[in-house]
Antibody, heavy 120, light 107 residues
Framework: EVQLVESGGDLVQPGGSLRLSCAAS????????MHWVRQAPGKGLVWVSR????????SYADSVKGRFTISRDNAKNTLYLQMNGLRAEDTAVYYC?????????????WGQGTLVTVSS | DIQMTQSPSSLSASVGDRVTITCRAS??????LAWFQQKPGKAPKSLIY???SLQSGVPSKFSGSGSGTDFTLTISSLQPEDFATYYC?????????FGQGTKVEIK
């Protein structure tokens, strides 16, 4: 059974930093691109970032480019999102998502999400 | 960026009703279209990929159709567990983008 378990969400002040983690199990982690998708309170889904299977290629939404860094540790089956320069508009539930078939950029499985609140 | 527009934004329907949700892309995306279901407080769940292919384990009351710019999600006979918000998503080009969602409520 595919499982994705996020952690690391917290209340942080504007300008602060946070690192999210996503522990993956139940599938061969190294075969799949991985993504972060976020959802602000009461709003829709927004794709944030993607990393390829070996971590050599990444992509970001314009809204987070230069502030967020996606990475992965294939030995630990774990995905990360380093978030710097946080803003109030980054407040959201952050979901880790496994690519549907490997490298398609749609999402076959989702974690339960972790809440990031940016507020003073 | 490709914009995805869903209609309606919300609808009220009764158990047993046939429900159709429309998703329109701002440019052609072939069949690179997925549908997701999200219940309150829960993570989204994948329903359909490639516009019309059901994900494993998804009941056949869900169906998708379309190609190019216009797509539909149909629920053939609405059940209590189907009341949720539904999102379309294009994966033809970066960044992947979602529709704004369609909330299906009980009449």
């Amino acid at each position: 059974e595919v499982q994705l378990v996020e952690s690391g969400g917290d209340l942080v002040q504007p300008g602060g930093s946070l690192r999210l983690s996503c522990a993956a199990s139940g599938f061969t982690f190294t075969n799949y691109w991985m993504h972060w998708v976020r959802q602000a309170p009461g709003k829709g889904l927004v794709w944030v970032s993607r990393i390829n299977s070996d971590g050599s290629d990444t992509s970001y939404a314009d809204s987070v480019k230069g502030r967020f860094t996606i990475s992965r540790d294939n030995a630990k089956n774990t995905l990360y999102l380093q978030m710097n320069g946080l803003r109030a508009e980054d407040t959201a539930v952050y979901y880790c998502a496994r690519d549907w078939r490997g490298a398609t950029s749609t999402f076959g499985y989702w974690g339960q999400g972790t809440l990031v609140t940016v507020s003073s | 960026d490709i914009q995805m527009t869903q209609s309606p934004s919300s609808l009220s329907a009764s158990v047993g009703d046939r429900v159709t949700i429309t998703c329109r892309a701002s440019q052609g995306i072939s069949n690179y279209l997925a549908w997701f279901q999200q219940k309150p407080g829960k993570a989204p769940k994948s329903l359909i990929y490639a516009a019309s292919s059901l994900q494993s384990g998804v009941p056949s009351k869900f169906s998708g159709s379309g190609s190019g710019t216009d797509f539909t999600l149909t629920i053939s006979s609405l059940q209590p567990e189907d009341f949720a918000t539904y999102y379309c998503q294009q994966y033809k080009s970066y960044p992947p983008t979602f529709g704004q969602g369609t909330k299906v409520e009980i009449k």
